[in-house]
């Protein structure tokens, strides 16, 4: 049997090891992909240690959102062909109950789950190896020609496509339309920064919501040439806050939409209820960060305003389709184009190194890859 290196993460006390793994044999509904390069993000550490509180199935591979070059594809397969490049997505979706998922190589079920069946399965391993197994529907093609000869982008500036397709996919649920104001808070991380840039895509305006002021700067130094771009810097006082997000709003009337990626730490903070306070009637929020607890919500504002409110989890198959769509045609543009660099490049044997790197490179603006 063939066989490739992997990093293979047995525990919670110890980082992932470099091992000699069987290349798994192509079946029905499944490819094997070469991987070229794969996103490691500052939360990496996290998920390792389990800090980040995702059930995992050890030992497993770890690793999410991958570029790579199909190798083998299984006979039931009408689109995919070996040696297309594609992008991976990451999230698995039971084909019997699609209510079932997973995130592979990251975030399985609880034990005795069918989520943890997924996991502990066919979908146990991610991206952080030379190959990897995914589902037919986990692939999307990309215009090799188009993207890497003529447009002239690298593989691993095509990682952005990760961030990107999350914020196009919570933009959408709250249909955010051209000439809308949209507010993003927080809006200086690592998924929120390409949701200031995405919105933009769309046509929108954006108010860009912070306590950092430093990186607001960039994020203005970047898109403020676009003339839809303003920023906002929290102070932590909701009538405050709720007032400067307001008045940047046009003829200060507040906007049609919202988007939240609020991060764990921001549990306590009041800036969700300023936001939801500066949209104007029949505004729109979609919530896609990553609290575990309870916020605080103005209800009778809500009420009275007809404010919608949504959650957005992971992205469906026409969400990718689209942002390819968008990238390939040009709207949407990536690497240095977009403002963002590669902070650095590393193979699986440097796999602390670039975890540290991550690290040091949070925010938007900066990607690291492993280059498997």
């Known amino acids: 049997m063939a066989q490739h290196k992997a990093l293979v993460l047995s525990s919670h006390t110890e980082l992932p090891k470099l091992t000699t793994v069987p290349t798994p044999e192509v079946q029905p509904g499944q490819a094997i992909v070469r991987i070229l390069a794969v996103r490691i993000s500052k939360d990496t550490r996290g998920l390792i240690t389990g800090k980040v509180p995702f059930p995992l199935s050890f ?4 690793g999410s959102c991958a ?3 199909v190798a083998a594809v ?11 490049l594609v992008y991976l997505d990451h999230f698995i979706k039971a084909r019997d109950d699609p209510s079932i998922n997973i ?9 005795g789950t069918p989520a943890a069946k997924l996991m502990d399965g066919e979908w146990r391993n991610g991206y952080f190896a030379q190959y990897a197994k995914v589902p037919l529907e986990n692939a999307f093609p990309l215009d090799e020609q ?4 003529d447009l002239g982008y690298s593989i691993p500036d095509l990682i952005s496509l990760c961030s990107l397709v999350l914020t196009l996919s919570g933009l959408s649920e709250i249909n955010v339309q051209p000439g809308e104001t949209v507010i993003v808070a927080p809006a200086t991380g690592g998924f929120s920064g390409m949701g200031v840039a995405m919105a933009l895509a769309l ?7 912070s306590r950092n002021e430093t990186a607001l700067k960039e994020l203005k130094n970047f898109h403020g040439k676009t003339g839809r771009f303003t920023s906002v810097v929290l102070k932590g006082d909701v009538e405050a806050d709720t007032k400067a997000i307001k008045d940047a709003s046009p003829q200060g009337k507040g906007s049609q939409a919202y988007i939240d ?10 800036h969700i209820t300023s936001c939801i306070l500066a949209l ?17 919500i103005p209800y009778s504002y809500v009420m009275y305003n007809n404010i919608q409110i949504k959650g957005r989890y992971m992205s469906e198959r026409h969400s990718f389709e689209q942002l390819i769509r968008m990238i390939e045609s040009g709207i949407m543009p990536l690497g240095e184009k977009l403002g963002v660099k590669v902070a650095g490049e590393f193979g699986l044997d440097q796999f602390g190194q670039a975890m540290t790197t991550a690290e040091q490179n949070p925010g938007w603006s900066r990607i690291v890859v492993l280059t498997p």
């Open 203 to 209: 046509g929108a305006r954006v108010i860009a919501v």
């Open 103 to 111: 995130l592979m190589g990251m975030c399985g079920g609880q034990p």
């Open 146 to 149: 188009l993207l890497i000869s």
């Open 59 to 62: 030992p497993l591979t770890p």
């Open 67 to 69: 570029i790579g070059r």
């Open 74 to 84: 299984g006979p039931d397969a009408v689109s995919l062909k070996p040696g297309q």
């Open 280 to 296: 104007g009637a029949g505004g729109r929020a979609v919530f896609m960060g990553a609290i575990f607890s309870n916020v605080s």
């Open 261 to 270: 990626w609020s991060p764990p730490a921001a549990a306590l903070s009041t």
